[in-house]
């Protein structure tokens, strides 16, 4: 990496921690970043006023920054403010949940009306269930196959082939007859190389549009996954 890119790298986390602090202590004030608002349709169920806005959902009226309940069918992408991308911006992400559950805590509205305290639940839920699936690759990649009416079995894989599940045996049993941490590492960083290039592979595919390729090396993600899990386990034990 070059300096010129590691000092970039640095610096971008600093802005966005102050934006975040702005917006926790702003946002009654300025809240146009976050009191982001949807489809120029809709209108505030508490003043009627038209819920302006670009990408995101309205989480609260701009007007009278009463709550908002969820909007039907919001790609969780647009609901976390994140480029629809298989390799998405996790940090960002993560930011994105921290602001959104800072505005949306139950505490801020224990002083308000029932409906204002149940759309906040409502869309307190809504944001931890766009954020649980857009931070794993596993979900995330299924959720983005999701429109496309794929899905992946939870048990029974079709797709993998014969020669990648007994490399996975192999893997598996490896895991298990290893006797020592070094043993169980060595497998967990293989598994983190494998899982990135898939990653990479994934969003190549998706990219592309190449579907059936995708959902082939998600399979693949989720085995993997699997692994890793197993390799955490492992290491607990020999601990
Ligand atoms: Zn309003």
Redesign the pocket.
């Given at each position: 990496m070059t300096r010129r890119s590691s000092s970039y790298m640095k610096a971008r986390p600093l802005f966005k921690d102050r934006e975040v602090m702005y917006q926790y202590h702003h946002t009654n004030l300025d809240s146009s970043r976050i009191y982001c608002s949807a489809q120029a349709t809709t209108h505030?169920?508490?003043?009627?006023?038209p819920l302006e806005g670009e990408e995101t959902p309205a989480f609260f009226?701009?007007?009278?920054?009463?709550v908002q309940p969820p909007s039907k069918d919001v790609s969780y992408f647009k609901i976390m403010a994140c480029d629809q991308t298989f390799t998405l911006d996790t940090q960002q992400l993560q930011k994105r949940y921290i602001q959104l559950q800072r505005s949306l805590h139950p505490d801020n509205f224990s002083q308000k009306s029932p409906k204002e305290q149940e759309y906040s639940e409502k869309q307190s839920v809504l944001v931890n269930k766009a954020y649980r699936t857009l931070q794993k690759p596993l979900s995330r990649g299924l959720y983005m196959l999701l429109p496309e009416g794929m899905h992946i079995e939870a048990e029974t894989d079709p797709g993998a082939d014969a020669q990648f599940l007994l490399e996975l045996v192999e893997i598996n049993e490896a895991v298990d007859e290893a006797q020592s941490t070094e043993e169980v590492n060595s497998i967990g960083k293989s598994t983190k190389v494998k899982l990135k290039d898939l990653t990479g592979q994934i969003d190549t595919a998706l990219r592309k549009g190449q579907l059936q390729a995708a959902k082939a090396l998600l399979v693949q993600i989720k085995y993997f996954a699997n692994v890793e899990d197993k390799v955490k386990e492992k290491l607990s034990k020999l601990m």
């Open positions: 505030c169920w508490n003043c009627k006023q009226c701009l007007s009278c920054k009463v």
